[in-house]
């Protein structure tokens, strides 16, 4: 849920065009909000479509073009909430013997805080907010800042789920 309180997300429908053919050929997908729609050919709904609810009921109606024969399938959306993220305060560390501003610095240290403790929830940390959020180049936990004051990113990510926040840390 990119709104984290509204339960509601646009899903491109399509997506399920090839698990729902399964293989079959000459065959169109419509799709509706409800069975009662889906007899009647009434009210499709186009995609991307924003759900009402979460779970919703989706009911996917096969025709076969050529012989004009007709079946339905069900699924779910599922709207997930983002994992809660808090705020961490700065990771404060004494140098190392070079007094340069630069040590190495356990970024474990914060896991916790930036998770309120949720065992269900994995952290990494990058360098830009493009690498937190494409989920490339995470930093080690034992990890050597650049600068003083350097500001870091955080993600986390619910392992249930999979959806995920991000934050800052200096």
């Known amino acids: 849920d990119n709104n984290a309180t509204d339960n509601k997300e646009q899903f491109d429908l399509s997506t399920k065009d090839t698990e729902i053919l399964d293989g ?11 069975q009662g729609d889906a007899d009647l050919g009434t009210n499709g709904i186009t995609t991307p ?10 009911i996917a109606v096969l025709t076969n073009t050529i012989t004009n024969c007709s079946s ?12 809660l993220v808090i705020n961490p305060t700065p990771l404060a560390v004494c140098d190392d013997a070079v ?14 805080e930036v998770t309120d403790n949720n065992p269900s929830y994995a952290v990494s940390y ?8 494409s989920n ?3 930093l080690p936990t034992f990890y050597t800042n ?8 955080v993600r986390v990510e619910d392992s249930t789920t999979g959806c995920y926040d991000t934050t800052s840390l200096e």
Not at 49 to 58: G, R
Not at 99 to 112: N, Q, V, W
Not at 146 to 151: A, E, V
Request: glycine content about 4%; overall charge negative.
């Open 72 to 83: 339905s399938v069900s699924f779910n959306l599922v709207v997930n909430p983002l994992p």
């Open 146 to 153: 650049t600068s003083n004051g350097q500001i870091i990113f």
């Open 24 to 34: 079959q050929v000459n065959v169109t997908i419509a799709y509706y909000e409800s």
């Open 136 to 138: 490339t180049d995470a």
């Open 49 to 58: 479509y924003t759900n009402t609810s979460s779970p919703q009921l989706i």
């Open 126 to 133: 990058y360098e830009t907010l493009a690498d937190a959020e």
């Open 99 to 112: 007094p340069d501003g630069l040590t190495e610095i356990d970024l474990s240290l914060k896991d916790l």
